[in-house]
Structures are given as C-alpha cells and as structure tokens.
T-cell receptor, first 118, second 113 residues
C-alpha cells in the first residue's frame, strides 16, 4: 500500500514564525501536492510538484512556499505564519496522470496536519 | 479553471433511507474520483470513473458518470450509520502546467439511527 506520511498530526505556532510541514511518500510517485482544508471550502490546492526541484502554484499559493529536493519528500513552508493560515493541511501523491489514457491512479493522502497559529 | 460543485453540502438522513449526492464540473475531463473522509482522518479513495455511463458499486454506495452532462452522482441505498463521513468528488483537468486534481467542496453526511 502507498504510504504518505506527514511529520506532525497537530502543530501550534505563533504569528510571524517560519513553519515547516514535511511530507514523505514511499511509492516513487512523480506528483506531490499540498492542500489546505477548511470547513465549507473543501480542499484547495496550495502548491504541487511533478518532479524533483519542480514546483507549480496552485489556487492559493500566497504566504506559502515549497521545496522538493528529493522525489519522496515535499515540504510546505509558511514564511511568516499568520492566524488566517490556521487550517488542516493535507499532503498527497500520485503517479503521472496522462490525459486520455487509461491510467486511473487516485491521489493518496497523508493523515493531515492540523496547524494552529496563535 | 475547472470548477467542481457538490450538493448538498450537508446531508442528514435516517437509517434505511436512500439519497443521492451530486457532483457537477465545468469543463471536459476523462476521469472522476470519489473519496471518503472520516472525521479526523485522511481521504480514502472510493471509486474511479473513467468513461461516459460508467457505474461502480461498493456495498451501499453506487457512483455513476455522465460526461456529456458533466455530472457524477453518488447514490446511497438503505443508509447505515457507518456511512457517516464527508464525501468528495474530484476531477482531473488540464491546466497550463499539466494535469491537476480539482476537488468539490465535499458533502458532510450524517446518518441518524
């Protein structure tokens, strides 16, 4: 089974701190994703990466950055944490998803990190 | 940008009843996923639907896809308490940076004894 591991289940930080959320997957997936999940808003994509050292902005990248130095590890960085970044953060991975081919691997999710910024 | 809408957002139903959750998406896609999320847990893949008219069933859940209408449904038959969870649909779409998953807002289902 695919295993996506997020380093912390719960994290409490103060405003202005630099925060690192780590995610590791063990299935050699090319794609990795960071989402935040807020009530009534579903999952919103922050950043994703389709290869080592490659990153692309998602829908809400402001206030975040990412790092992918190794294929199995994708880090989300809050440069200067603010209270509106209090949320559940979910990491996911998947193999390449070519359109119009019968490849249908779903994303595999980690257990999430509930981050509170005080 | 591809938009994915689910309704209802919240659903409270009695055990034994049937109900349908709807997922609409705004542009062409060749696959649709349904996920389940239990409180405090991560998302678990339920179904992958790959073609127009595709139907998948697992226990009391049945998912279908109409690509022409850009609509997927998740039908719940004779609900039981164990089905209480949040259900998400997700569509793979082509963005200017490649393929991307687009998630609906989720439907929070509570089954009442």
């Amino acid at each position: 089974d695919v295993k996506v591991t997020q380093s912390s289940r719960y994290l409490v930080k103060r405003t202005g701190e630099k925060v690192f959320l780590e995610c590791v997957q063990d299935m050699d997936h090319e794609n990795m994703f960071w989402y935040r999940q807020d009530p009534g808003l579903g999952l919103r994509l922050i950043y994703f990466s389709y290869d080592v050292k490659m990153k692309e902005k998602g829908d809400i990248p402001e206030g975040y950055s990412v790092s992918r130095e190794k294929k199995e590890r994708f880090s989300l960085i809050l440069e200067s944490a603010s209270t509106n970044q209090t949320s559940m953060y979910l990491c996911a991975s998947s193999p390449i998803q070519p359109l119009f081919r019968r490849v249908h691997q779903p994303q595999h999710f980690g257990d999430g990190t509930r981050l509170s910024i005080l | 940008e591809l938009k994915v809408e689910q309704n209802p957002l919240f659903l409270s139903m009695q055990e034994g009843k049937n109900y349908t959750i709807y997922c609409n998406y705004s542009t062409t896609s060749d696959r649709l996923y349904w996920y389940r999320q239990d409180p405090g847990k991560s998302l678990e893949s339920l179904f992958v639907l790959l073609s127009n008219g595709a139907v998948k069933q697992e226990g009391r859940l049945m998912a279908s896809l109409d690509t022409k209408a850009r609509l997927s449904t998740l039908h719940i038959t004779a609900a039981v308490h164990d089905l209480s969870a949040t259900y998400f649909c997700a569509v793979v779409g082509l963005s200017n940076t490649g393929n991307q998953f687009y998630f609906g807002t989720g439907t929070s289902l509570t089954v009442i004894p």
